[in-house]
């Protein structure tokens, strides 16, 4: 079975703080796929990020930056000074195409993010 | 570029109605999926298919019927609402490989009173 945990629930910062979402993944699957979505307060899902668990190399994109380390099984999702536009709920999803096919994500249950100015 | 689209975007029923949801996807994706968003649960799997013809049940499929006659929709349907089907419902679509993300519609928000 897969499980993604997102322990944080809600974090609260102010503009310009720097700020980590964490994941924890569990997966028994040797192939697999993680993912970072982001949902905005208008509802849609916005894809970040995709990483498979061959390449553990950090991965930076502006002001966002991931770790994925495997010895840990965590897939962590900082920002870097941190803006308004970035307040909305993060997703951290696990792929595992081996499982049975289907290839569907299993999703953590969000961390609500809001940036105050 | 349409990308995923989902009918209607709000719907409110009463119990004991039926209604179907619409996904249509023109990027020639051979999977599609149905998910519902609960408070605090993320997105849970419904039903999902891996091709036109083809369905089948993901973890919470009870309630839902799915249909893929055509490869560009995949429908969703509940035969007889009940309100914990309250839900924010997301049809998302994926290329085959392996690598792809899953692309998502802008959800649809259906509650049953």
């Known amino acids: 079975a897969q499980k993604v945990t997102q322990a944080q629930t809600e974090i609260s910062v102010v503009e310009k703080e720097d700020v980590t979402l964490d994941c924890v993944y569990e997966t028994r699957d040797t192939t697999y796929y993680l993912f970072w979505y982001k949902q905005p307060p208008s509802g849609e899902l916005v894809f970040l990020i995709r990483r498979n668990s061959f390449d553990e190399q950090n991965e930076i994109s502006g002001r966002y930056s991931w770790n994925f380390q495997k010895s840990t099984s965590s897939f962590n999702f900082t920002i870097t000074a941190s803006q308004v536009v970035d307040s909305a709920v993060y997703f951290c999803?696990?792929?595992?195409?081996?499982?049975?096919?289907?290839?569907?994500?299993?999703f953590g249950s969000g961390t609500r993010l809001q940036v105050q100015p | 570029n349409a990308g995923v689209t989902q009918t209607p975007k709000f719907r409110v029923l009463k119990t004991g109605q039926s209604m179907t949801l619409l996904c249509a996807q023109d990027m020639n994706h051979e999977y599609m999926y149905w998910y519902r968003q609960d408070p605090g649960m993320g997105l849970r799997l419904i039903h999902y298919?891996?091709?036109?013809?083809?369905?089948a049940k993901g973890e919470v499929p009870d309630g839902y019927n799915v249909s893929r006659l055509k490869k560009q929709n995949f429908l969703l349907g509940l035969e007889s609402a009940a309100p914990s089907q309250t839900s924010v419902y997301f049809c998302?679509?994926?290329?085959?490989?392996?690598?792809?993300?899953?692309?998502f519609g802008d959800g649809t928000r259906l509650s049953i009173l």
């Open positions: 999803a696990l792929s595992a195409p081996m499982d049975t096919g289907r290839r569907a994500l299993t």
């Open positions: 298919s891996v091709g036109e013809g083809t369905t």
């Open positions: 998302a679509s994926r290329h085959d490989s392996r690598n792809q993300p899953q692309h």
